[in-house]
């Protein structure tokens, strides 16, 4: 019998001693030997089928030899990092699903495992159910990888989703989105697209195998964005979606941020709807790879964690080298790349002309919307300096 702890107990850590019991069978089958959660740390005590396994002292989780695999779901970087610290200086894996305290810590952590000879994996960290790590770091291991971009957040594409389709408000799909579990304890962090940038900054790590700092990423979520900007949008071809992007740029620098973008309807990206997540990674062999799964929720967040456990314990001693330079240098602003934007001017489409010569119109009524050719971020700020600037979206181009 192989003997795990899960601490934290909200959405994914039930999730995870869920799978390890309704999934018994295969796990064991394919281990060779059963799988049990034998201790769950959690903060305050709840009745429950998982009582008797449950304690406030994480000390007993670091002094029980018998534990060889600790599942991290505190969320956040207080007792998450120092609780995943001591479980692999104990000797012990660590699996999570925190993508905060990977984007923050991540490097430190891997370096640890390395020295301690045990795996730090953390496939759930990003797109929930969907397997993206692991393919990004081994499937696509021999390519130069020149661009990564995602709908990262389960939370604001099921906003999204029922806001356009069925004129739910803002505030009642956000309702819906946690009463499905699927949003952070502090929804903030979906809604203002920082939830995507820390895994954007995960997914740029892997890809270019330096430190994204997230405090260096711009993150724009989708509280500010207009309902009318979708409908233009949609009018014109278009879906908006929250998207992370991570892009080598041609000198060799790199870099990312989250924002909401036009997509046009024919990329499969525009048509990711409610909880799921799709993941796009450009390897320079393979061209574009495509994954789509849910991005969110209690059990597709488990599975992915239950087989890191499956992993840890099957890689022996440890998973083959993951991991990244501390050193963030390269890193360039966002407003670097070119892209086409969408702009929505109170105007004319001689003010709008005036300002970029030759624009796509999208719609005129007092107000223009239209689409700028592929300009700088830069450009794009000079150049509209003078228009009365209601929306301004970049299209994925
Ligand atoms: N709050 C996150 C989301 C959970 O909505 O995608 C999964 O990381």
């Not at 999934?23 to 064991?28: F, K, L, T, V």
């Not at 005036?354 to 223009?368: H, K, N, R």
Request: hydrophobic share 40%.
């Amino acid at each position: 019998m192989i003997q795990i702890a899960v601490m934290g107990l909200g959405t994914v850590g039930t999730g995870v001693v869920k799978v390890v019991a309704e999934n018994a069978r295969q796990i064991e089958h394919k281990l060779g030997e059963a799988l049990q959660v034998k201790t769950i740390l959690v903060r305050r005590f709840k009745d429950g089928p998982y009582r008797q396994l449950m304690t406030d002292d994480f000390q007993k989780i670091e002094e029980d030899d018998a534990i060889r695999v600790v599942v991290e779901t505190i969320g956040g970087v207080g007792a998450a990092y120092e609780y995943t610290k001591r479980a692999l200086l104990a000797g012990k894996h660590v699996v999570t699903a925190n993508k905060q305290l990977v984007a923050e810590r991540g490097c430190e952590l891997l370096e640890l495992a390395k020295k301690k000879n045990v795996s730090y994996l953390f496939e759930a960290s990003v797109g929930g159910g969907i397997p993206v790590l692991h393919p990004l770091t081994q499937c696509m291991a021999a390519n130069r990888i020149d661009e990564i971009y995602g709908i990262l957040n389960g939370t604001t594409n099921y906003i999204l989703t029922r806001m356009v389709r069925t004129g739910a408000f803002f505030s009642d799909a956000l309702r819906e989105a946690q009463a499905k579990g699927y949003a952070e304890a502090d929804p903030t962090a979906d809604v203002e697209g920082i939830d995507a940038g820390r895994k954007t900054c995960i997914l740029a790590d892997l890809a270019f195998g330096h430190q994204v700092d997230p405090a260096a990423v711009p993150m724009e979520g989708i509280s500010k964005l207009s309902l009318r900007d979708v409908k233009i949008a949609q009018r014109a071809g278009y879906r908006v979606k929250l998207l992370g992007r991570a892009v080598r740029l041609p000198g060799g620098g790199r870099t990312a941020y989250v924002a909401p973008h036009l997509i046009a309807e024919e990329n499969p990206m525009a048509n990711v709807e409610d909880v799921f997540n799709a993941v796009m990674i450009r390897g320079n062999a393979t061209g574009d790879v495509m994954f789509y799964g849910r991005g969110a929720g209690e059990l597709p967040t488990a599975s992915a964690c239950v087989a890191d456990v499956m992993e840890c314990l099957q890689a022996s001693p440890r998973r083959e080298e993951i991991g990244w330079s501390a050193e963030s240098d390269g890193f360039e602003n966002p407003l670097e790349l070119h892209t086409r934007y969408y702009f929505r001017i109170e105007g004319s489409l001689t003010d709008a002309a005036m300002a970029f010569g030759q624009v796509e119109v999208l719609s005129e009524d007092g107000e223009t919307a239209f689409l700028t050719d592929r300009i700088s971020g830069e450009d794009a700020r000079a150049q509209s300096r003078f228009l009365n600037v209601l929306s301004c979206i970049r299209v994925l181009a």
